[in-house]
C-alpha cells in the first residue's frame, strides 16, 4: 500500500501492483498499456480527482466510474472515448482535449465545466468538429491549433453570459469565427499578433467597454500569469507555453 496522492511521469506499471487508497491525481501520459491504466483506475476509483490520459481505444473503459473526477485531460477520438467523456460530463470542472474526432451530431452536456482548453484542431489532420459541447457556467476558454474546420459557436455553446477569459490561438482567418456572439461578461480576450484591425473592431462590438482586447506577446504574457493567479486550480505551464507558442512562436511564459 502506497501513501501517494500524485502520480506525474512515474512508470505506471510499477505502481499496478499496489494499494492505491489515497491518489487524487494521475498522469498517465501517451503511451500507457490499457490493462495497466485499467489496473490502476480500478485502484483509485473512488479518490481519483483529474487523469490525464491519450489512448481511449479500449472498450473497458465504457464500464469505469470515477465519482470524484473532476478534471479531465485528453484525446477522445474514438467512440469509446467519446462514451467515456460524455459519461463524466456532468461532475467535470475542467477539460483539455485535443484531437477531437466525433461521426454524427452529438450535444454533450457540461453544467459544472469552468475550464475548457480545445486543442483540437491540428495541420493536416482529418479532425472533425461535429460534437458540440454545452457549457451554460464557463469562465475559461481557450482555443489552440491551426486548422479549425467550423466556426467556433457550431463547437461550444451557452458560455456567452458567463465566459470572462477568452485566450484564441488560431490562424487570423478562423479568429471572428470565435466571437459571433456578445460577450457581456468578459474582461480579457487574447488574439494572435496578426489579428487585423478590422477583425478586432468586430470583436470589440461584442464585449463589453471594460474588456481588454492583448496582441503584443508582453500584455499576453501578464494577462496569463494574471488569470492563473485568479485560477490557479486550473492553469499549467503547458498551457501558458502552448497558448504563447501558437501566438508567438515561443515558449518563455511564466
Given at each position: 500500500k502506497l501513501d501517494i496522492r500524485e502520480v506525474r511521469g512515474y512508470p505506471a506499471t510499477e505502481l499496478s501492483a499496489y494499494q492505491l487508497p489515497k491518489l487524487t491525481y494521475l498522469d498517465l501520459g501517451m503511451?500507457?498499456?490499457?490493462?495497466?491504466?485499467?489496473?490502476?483506475?480500478?485502484?483509485?476509483?473512488?479518490?481519483?480527482?483529474?487523469?490525464?490520459?491519450?489512448?481511449?481505444?479500449?472498450e473497458q473503459l465504457l464500464f469505469t466510474e470515477l465519482p470524484q473526477l473532476r478534471h479531465l485531460v485528453g484525446n477522445f477520438n474514438t467512440f469509446v472515448g467519446c462514451q467515456f467523456l460524455k459519461k463524466h460530463a456532468g461532475q467535470l470542472v475542467s477539460l483539455e482535449i485535443c484531437d477531437w474526432i466525433q461521426t454524427g451530431k452529438t450535444l454533450i452536456d457540461f453544467p459544472q465545466l469552468n475550464f475548457f482548453w480545445y486543442n483540437g484542431c491540428h495541420p493536416g489532420g482529418n479532425t472533425k468538429q461535429d460534437a458540440k459541447f454545452?457549457?451554460?457556467?464557463?469562465?475559461?476558454?481557450?482555443?489552440?491549433?491551426?486548422?479549425?474546420?467550423?466556426?467556433?459557436?457550431?463547437?461550444?455553446?451557452?458560455?456567452?453570459?458567463?465566459?470572462?477569459?477568452?485566450?484564441?490561438?488560431?490562424?487570423?482567418?478562423?479568429?471572428?469565427?470565435?466571437?459571433?456572439?456578445?460577450?457581456?461578461?468578459?474582461?480579457?480576450?487574447?488574439?494572435?499578433k496578426d489579428t487585423s484591425p478590422a477583425v478586432i473592431k468586430k470583436i470589440r462590438a461584442k464585449l463589453p467597454d471594460t474588456a481588454e482586447?492583448?496582441?503584443?506577446?508582453?500584455?499576453?504574457?501578464?494577462?496569463?500569469?494574471?488569470r492563473a493567479k485568479r485560477q490557479s486550480l486550473y492553469y499549467t505551464q503547458e498551457i501558458a507555453d502552448c497558448l504563447i507558442y501558437c501566438m508567438y512562436g515561443g515558449n518563455d511564459t511564466f
Open positions: 503511451d500507457c498499456d490499457p490493462l495497466v491504466r485499467n489496473q490502476l483506475l480500478a485502484k483509485c476509483n473512488k479518490t481519483l480527482n483529474k487523469l490525464i490520459f491519450y489512448n481511449t481505444n479500449d454545452k457549457t451554460p457556467v464557463l469562465k475559461d476558454l481557450l482555443i489552440t491549433g491551426s486548422g479549425l474546420k467550423t466556426s467556433l459557436t457550431n463547437l461550444v455553446q451557452g458560455y456567452e453570459a458567463t465566459l470572462e477569459f477568452i485566450a484564441v490561438a488560431l490562424p487570423s482567418r478562423f479568429v471572428e469565427s470565435c466571437f459571433s456572439q456578445d460577450l457581456p461578461k468578459v474582461e480579457y480576450v487574447l488574439l494572435p482586447i492583448l496582441t503584443a506577446k508582453s500584455a499576453v504574457q501578464q494577462a496569463l500569469r494574471d
